[in-house]
């Protein structure tokens, strides 16, 4: 059974809607009239939960991630624009069932908030702009020509380096890359965790990060806050590093504009109560209003007080699932299968994220995580209807998939390698020493395998560094194998199966 892997005071469920092509990703809380809220890059919906606690006494909020951030689905596109961001929240909230709501966004969730209030003003009840960029042409051509690196993996990890310095340059100076006196900022240095979750955002996004920056930066905040139509708030936070803009807007009969604020009850109340305008016209939603998909390819599974995450490819009508290596992901295991067989679309395959890894929740921390594993494996299995079908598992993962009859494996097992712990510290050393760890132990396990492209080996490093038990269930994997010598001679016949 699972828990959630953030503490709140309003328990929060989690869930997937489908937008267009791909899925959308989202937290929700509380009862009542419904506020849907937008987050900033490059962070996800994990970063409005205390927004979700202020509100959540009165109002069922869901936060979602953008499309390309957390857990969210990228846009199928190179170079989206805000009509593709737009796009994708109206066929979000469709597919919630949402009517008429209240919005929140912060930074890039304003510019999308603001431009979506501007196409359907009519589902907008009351809008709330925490943050609104409103650059001038100077400051907009600098942002884009300076702000936005590209994230490219490479051997020697100097990409790693290159971001850890930017995520903490970025909490020193605005623009980060403006290193002066006169854009030091005020205000001190994160907690390590708060450090360290902006760090994730960037690493679940990659390089599609630029994406939703770009959009929001090319967004002219101030020309659209003169054009809105439904009742609005301007504010944000005093310690936002963009507070100065709040006094660059206009304000209007339609748009009310607040003094950045240091009280966080003061900048929550003024929240909660611009959401109190027209309430009485959004009925309460309830999980039952969604329309139900008949074919997904994406599930969030309710397992105790946490949720299970899988995700399908391909056709047919004998369902296999597959465990995916440690560090790894659902989506990497497809990949893996799709590389390894020509023929892996004639087979609906679908892959678990293993607990406390991916988009899954973890256990509580005085469980058996192998044990856990396997009963998340057993329920995976009964819930999306795989029977008899086969369990493949790729790299650790066959550890857990060993004990079931017509076992599979894709790839070396790698259960006997060492994991390295993503031991969180605040100058880098573990995250950094860790693409090194990952990169050599690849090397030395296979010769004459080449060398690992980098592109994959940052995926299991993004994993290891956003699956709060990847590492200890890889651990206790290894642990597991040292002393069961029969798993140990059913995953070698496998391994000679296979070759």
Same mark, same amino acid.
């Given at each position: 059974?699972?828990?959630?892997?953030?503490?709140?005071?309003?328990?929060?469920?989690?869930?997937?809607?489908?937008?267009?092509?791909?899925?959308?990703?989202?937290?929700?809380?509380?009862?009542?009239?419904?506020?849907?809220?937008? *987050?900033?890059?490059?962070?996800?919906?994990?970063?409005?939960?205390?927004?979700?606690?202020?509100?959540?006494?009165?109002?069922?909020?869901?936060?979602?991630? #953008?499309?390309?951030?957390?857990?969210?689905?990228? !846009?199928?596109?190179?170079?989206?624009?805000?009509?593709?961001?737009?796009?994708?929240?109206?066929?979000?909230?469709?597919? !919630?069932?949402?009517?008429?709501?209240?919005?929140?966004?912060?930074?890039?969730?304003?510019?999308?908030? #603001?431009?979506?209030?501007?196409?359907?003003?009519?589902?907008?009840?009351?809008?709330?702009?925490?943050?609104?960029?409103?650059?001038?042409?100077?400051?907009?051509?600098?942002?884009?020509?300076?702000?936005?690196?590209?994230?490219?993996?490479?051997?020697?990890?100097? *990409?790693?380096?290159?971001?850890?310095?930017?995520?903490?340059?970025?909490?020193?100076?605005?623009?980060?890359?403006?290193?002066?006196?006169?854009?030091?900022?005020?205000?001190?240095?994160?907690?390590?965790?708060?450090?360290?979750?902006?760090?994730?955002?960037?690493?679940?996004?990659?390089?599609?990060?630029?994406?939703?920056?770009?959009?929001?930066?090319?967004?002219?905040?101030?020309?659209?806050?003169?054009? !809105?139509?439904?009742?609005? @708030?301007?504010?944000?936070?005093?310690?936002?590093?963009?507070?100065?803009?709040?006094?660059?807007?206009?304000?209007?009969?339609?748009?009310?504009?607040?003094?950045?604020?240091?009280?966080?009850?003061?900048?929550?109340?003024?929240?909660?109560?611009?959401?109190?305008?027209?309430?009485?016209?959004?009925?309460?939603?309830?999980?039952?209003?969604?329309?139900?998909?008949?074919?997904?390819?994406?599930?969030?599974?309710?397992?105790?007080?946490?949720?299970?995450?899988?995700?399908?490819?391909?056709?047919?009508?004998?369902?296999? @699932?597959?465990?995916?290596?440690?560090?790894?992901?659902?989506?990497?295991?497809?990949?893996?299968?799709?590389?390894?067989?020509?023929?892996?679309?004639?087979?609906?395959?679908?892959?678990?994220?293993?607990?406390?890894?991916?988009?899954?929740?973890?256990?509580?921390?005085?469980?058996?995580?192998?044990?856990?594993?396997?009963?998340?494996?057993?329920?995976?299995?009964?819930?999306?209807?795989?029977?008899?079908?086969?369990?493949?598992?790729?790299?650790?993962?066959?550890?857990?998939?060993?004990?079931?009859?017509?076992?599979?494996?894709?790839?070396?097992?790698?259960?006997?390698?060492?994991?390295?712990?993503?031991?969180?510290?605040?100058?880098?050393?573990?995250?950094?020493?860790?693409?090194?760890?990952?990169?050599?132990?690849?090397?030395?396990?296979?010769?004459?395998?080449?060398?690992?492209?980098?592109?994959?080996?940052?995926?299991? *490093?993004?994993?290891?560094?956003?699956?709060?038990?990847?590492?200890?269930?890889?651990?206790?994997?290894?642990?597991?194998?040292?002393?069961?010598?029969?798993?140990?001679?059913?995953?070698?016949? @496998?391994?000679?199966?296979?070759?």
């Amino acid at each position: 059974m699972l828990v959630p892997r953030h503490a709140t005071r309003h328990p929060y469920a989690r869930g997937l809607v489908r937008a267009g092509d791909g899925y959308v990703h989202y937290r929700r809380a509380g009862n009542g009239p419904v506020v849907v809220a937008l *987050h900033e890059s490059p962070r996800s919906s994990l970063s409005l939960l205390p927004l979700m606690d202020a509100l959540a006494d009165r109002h069922t909020v869901i936060a979602l991630d #953008t499309p390309g951030y957390g857990q969210s689905d990228p !846009l199928p596109l190179a170079t989206p624009r805000m009509a593709d961001f737009t796009r994708a929240l109206a066929a979000a909230v469709d597919g !919630l069932g949402l009517g008429r709501f209240a919005l929140y966004g912060t930074h890039t969730g304003a510019a999308i908030a #603001t431009a979506f209030a501007l196409e359907a003003p009519g589902r907008i009840t009351s809008l709330v702009l925490d943050g609104l960029a409103a650059f001038t042409p100077a400051e907009r051509e600098a942002f884009l020509q300076h702000y936005l690196p590209p994230f490219e993996p490479r051997w020697d990890g100097a *990409h790693l380096a290159q971001l850890w310095s930017r995520v903490g340059d970025s909490y020193r100076w605005f623009p980060w890359f403006a290193r002066t006196p006169g854009t030091r900022v005020a205000s001190p240095l994160p907690p390590l965790d708060k450090f360290h979750e902006t760090l994730e955002g960037f690493l679940l996004a990659g390089d599609a990060y630029r994406l939703g920056y770009a959009c929001a930066a090319s967004f002219d905040g101030r020309a659209a806050l003169a054009q !809105l139509r439904v009742p609005t @708030l301007l504010c944000a936070q005093d310690n936002d590093v963009i507070a100065s803009h709040v006094g660059r807007g206009v304000a209007s009969d339609h748009v009310r504009i607040t003094r950045p604020v240091e009280s966080r009850e003061e900048w929550a109340g003024g929240i909660r109560a611009q959401f109190m305008i027209d309430a009485a016209q959004t009925l309460p939603w309830r999980p039952a209003d969604a329309p139900r998909e008949r074919d997904p390819r994406r599930v969030l599974l309710e397992w105790g007080n946490g949720f299970l995450h899988a995700r399908g490819r391909g056709e047919g009508q004998s369902p296999a @699932l597959v465990i995916p290596d440690l560090p790894d992901t659902a989506a990497g295991a497809l990949a893996d299968i799709a590389a390894a067989d020509d023929n892996a679309g004639d087979v609906r395959h679908w892959a678990i994220d293993l607990p406390g890894s991916g988009a899954s929740d973890p256990v509580p921390h005085d469980t058996d995580l192998v044990a856990a594993a396997a009963a998340a494996v057993d329920f995976m299995r009964d819930a999306l209807q795989v029977g008899q079908g086969a369990v493949i598992g790729c790299g650790a993962g066959a550890a857990l998939a060993a004990p079931f009859a017509g076992a599979q494996v894709c790839g070396l097992s790698r259960a006997q390698w060492s994991v390295p712990a993503a031991q969180r510290d605040a100058h880098g050393a573990a995250f950094l020493g860790s693409w090194f760890q990952l990169r050599d132990a690849q090397v030395d396990a296979d010769p004459a395998g080449g060398v690992p492209d980098a592109r994959r080996l940052q995926q299991r *490093h993004t994993a290891l560094w956003t699956g709060p038990q990847c590492a200890l269930l890889a651990q206790a994997l290894r642990q597991r194998l040292a002393e069961d010598t029969a798993l140990r001679a059913r995953l070698r016949a @496998l391994e000679g199966e296979a070759n």
